[in-house]
């Protein structure tokens, strides 16, 4: 799992600008319970 994470938030980091980032910051978040993300992390 964290493979896939670290490859969707590449996606988010690759952007130029924060409006390029909208998108797949909404498609991560909408794949991604992020809540849930860190939760299991804090363990």
Known sequence: ????????LKRLY???TADEAEQP???FE???NT???RR????
């Open 1 to 8: 799992m964290r493979k896939e994470v670290a490859v969707d």
């Open 14 to 16: 690759a952007n130029a």
């Open 25 to 27: 910051l909404a498609e």
């Open 30 to 32: 909408a794949k991604w």
């Open 35 to 37: 809540e849930s993300i």
């Open 40 to 43: 299991r992390s804090a363990w």
